[in-house]
């Protein structure tokens, strides 16, 4: 099929030549004009602006968005929508809030257009190895839309799926983050135990190696940290600095509202939000407390 | 090679099928009689107490014990030592605490047998699909081991590993176990969140299928939860109840006495004594306060 | 001063009691006519409707809003304003998301009415001990308030503080809340531990009058537990279920807002929804995990 | 009555100085000369070594221990029970780990010597606010003691209480530090949000005054928190670096033990080792795997 790709950055760029190394025909757009030069090396119609790219595609056209979340995406809807016709679909599928998702296919839908939510996993791998989708949306619309996810997939048939109703998709997926927090933590904890008991001395790579197979905390995210542990398990050359990029407070306030307990996905939040406190004033208040009651020396402040 | 298991439940009897499946001779023994004729009628040489079967190896003799962590260890090596020579090999595969571990192992090194501590995950699937081994003690006696290793692993060169001086298989283990509770808690909560989620209707074996594949959580334990959610995404016949076996607890105290921060291995514990906690003390006083300061009507116990 | 009284609850009433008490004059209204009644007998005027207890008001008029946070206020506010007058003075004394309070004041504001937002502590004690208040709003309203600032407070000068601009009064008063949702945690944990160590058959009640006077903890939340275990430490007829009431859940996300790590006000959120979870899906799913992988029996439900 | 105070540090000289203002006598040692050489100048007999000081006291002697807990607790019994007669009274006021207490008391019991163990909170300010007590032992020497208790408590009757067996003093002093590790940690996450929140531009010093009065938080650690905040609000010489003396990972664990969950009081101590962990190894492995799934940038370390 023919799809109008917004985006072209590591997910748009990739997700486009998966989608042409199986025979789709995409039609490439990005601010950046050089990543779209760059796409038609690599076969894919370059498109010099949002109404030159619909006018490119055919009814149903088919426009997927892999901007990034926030106002990049209401930006995009108002200059595609005005050019779309009634059946056209509009397919967003990067990591925007589900919330905003529910708001924004309401007003595509006003205008007659479907919308469609595609929560996205797969990183930097998903060229070769296949994304995983998390959709969201209307049958008629998913059912067109099929061969594009067949092919992102890592097979026809798995790493995709009909969660609901427009929303879904990119609810499911902030909640897939969130997992992906406290397993991420986990793992990163374990290690750091490891590396802290130096009576033994163990080399972390080989650990890793050695869960790979067979244990029961066998994954990908540990396939990685034996890849990231690789050059030196020290790290030597990583500050102790971890973003965040939305999905897991998402999931950390919806878990709230929603009364259910998170505490490890909640704790995995706040560690990253300890990553990034300088001379944090929880602790020197702490400090300044015990100082009050205690007569307990405080560390002086180097600045 | 030929290898006394001493230990014949779950873990004892399917590790002495894997061996024997691939040509390894195997004496087994068991406190259940039945457990041993079972295996006899697989092909090993049963025992019918520990020095009979110390009596049926040749020296340097294996003696791998498979018996719950705790005093069952203490036990055996009680019983099984004295039968025992210079140069014989004593395997302790079980969850056991590593300071047990080193323990023991001054014990039988003064007695001149080697000790070697096996950390063994991989639950009732490590028959079909090979253990994960994290090993610890002496070259010498792991050497001697390895074609044991070789096979009870999912490959001769995957899946286990000589982690360093005696102990450190089970320190490893133990961190293995503590990571297990905090990314199955991650996924329990992840899931928790998605069925609270009414108006979206989740299908949550759906859910779990989409991300086998090609999602960044991707992982074994996520294709476990999708078998555990095949047939009722319910879970109707299961309690709120989760016991936990020692690894767990270990490791969080460990973090402590290394002063490793390790939030998400800790509440992950802590969520289990939760599940296990009724009538709980905490919130009955927490209510009980609210009352005081803000009037506020408590719930009146059902008992 | 004359102040007109919104809202006749266990607040409302009991601050009309010490405010008439101090020889100020109070118009009371409630839905409830009976809380107006009760009022009346105290010495306060009643009103029957919102534009009488307005007319009743010399200018510039004072309205003081005790009534639950969310859509009362609103309501209340839609029903006061076309009867006030340039000058007047809404005050909002409730638990309100600071939110909804700049959003209220925009439109007092633009009406030419002050909005004045007072977060008020101390419950059912605050008739005979005093209200701690932390008020928020424009110098000229706060200054004509100040009357019934200093009689309301534990003293004049003291337990009532003008925050900053409307807002801060309901800020401040969220932070305090989430603060006592973490105090009141870790008090009822340490109890908790205390019953739970059989072996030492410690009197609850005993240890709480000995931390009261002399100890780092004594504090008047201590206070009161000590009257909660007073009559039976057991606490026989209280279920282990406690509410919340916004102002946690709002200080939590606040702080995930303004990236500050608060794990111990989070986590004691988080056991206020744990106390609450029937039949906790998390813990449903650890242990049918549990069983796929290790073959661990699992607790047949009850249901 | 007369008091052999051994450990003559911020808590036994200013205990020393209580007793002797309220008629009592102090015989003094400690292993700093001019500790002794000070308390004499305030009215305390010095003793030169620990056997002298013994033989200054009348039977039944009371030795009062205030020395680090530990191996100094040891080393004290050691040096002292010989000298002992049965009948004499060893008290232990420090901060030791009550299983170590019950050792001791084992040992002294076994001599004939009554053991008994005083947790004892109050810091610098107990000299003249009195010091609240937890006491365990048995009762006859307890009713020995109850003159010095009653001096050194905030009254005669408050703040001082016999839990139980020796030991439970001890146990009951743990878990007082476990909860003011919690509470502590609820007003600077508390202060910290407030402080993060620049729109509103809070005085935090006004804000905690406001909260000394009348609130529901109010507390003595707030009352120090005031202080704490009285030069600068900023903190500017206190680096964010929080020590802790034991009690709290005692705590901690023993809740593990009890399968108790305590949560926030966990919680507090875990981020008292986040802020000593320098280079966190858990951020730098988060980060890596971040930029091995996501390509995500990663901060290059200073280093």
């Not at 790979?212 to 396939?223: M, N, T």
């Not at 929880?282 to 402040?301: P, Y």
Request: charged share 25%; glycine share 12%; aromatic share 6%.
């Amino acid at each position: 099929m023919k799809i109008g790709m917004i985006g072209l950055g590591k997910m748009g760029a990739n997700m486009s030549r998966r989608l042409m190394n199986d025979g789709h025909e995409v039609v490439g757009f990005d601010l950046d004009e050089k990543a779209v030069q760059e796409l038609e090396s690599d076969g894919a119609d370059g498109a010099t602006a949002l109404d030159v790219l619909v006018g490119q595609l055919d009814p149903p056209r088919v426009c997927w968005m892999m901007v990034p979340a926030g106002e990049a995406v209401d930006a995009t809807i108002n200059e595609v929508l005005p050019h779309l016709n009634a059946g056209d679909i509009l397919v967003d599928g990067g990591n925007s809030n589900y919330k905003d998702t529910l708001r924004r296919a309401d007003r595509a839908k006003e205008a007659g257009m479907h919308y469609v939510d595609v929560g996205t996993s797969g990183g930097v791998w998903g060229l070769k190895e296949g994304y995983s989708m998390m959709v969201g949306g209307p049958d008629e619309a998913i059912n067109h839309l099929r061969p594009a996810f067949e092919t992102l997939a890592p097979g026809p048939d798995k790493g995709w799926g009909h969660m609901g109703a427009v929303g879904s998709g990119h609810f499911v997926k902030m909640v897939h983050n969130g997992i992906e927090y406290g397993v991420m933590q986990a793992y990163a904890e374990g290690f750091d135990i490891l590396q802290a008991k130096e009576e033994f001395d163990l080399d972390l790579k080989d650990v890793a190696e050695t869960w790979r197979f067979g244990s029961v905390i066998r994954s990908w995210l540990l396939d990685l940290t034996a890849r990231a542990l690789d050059d030196d398990p020290d790290l030597p050359d990583i500050a102790p600095w971890v973003d965040d990029s939305g999905e897991g407070r998402w999931t950390v306030k919806e878990a709230i509202d929603l009364d259910v307990p998170a505490p490890v996905i909640t704790d995995a939040l706040i560690s990253r939000l300890d990553s990034r406190a300088e001379n944090s004033y929880t602790h020197k208040l702490l400090a300044a407390m015990r100082n009050q009651f205690g007569g307990h020396d405080v560390k002086a402040s180097d600045e």
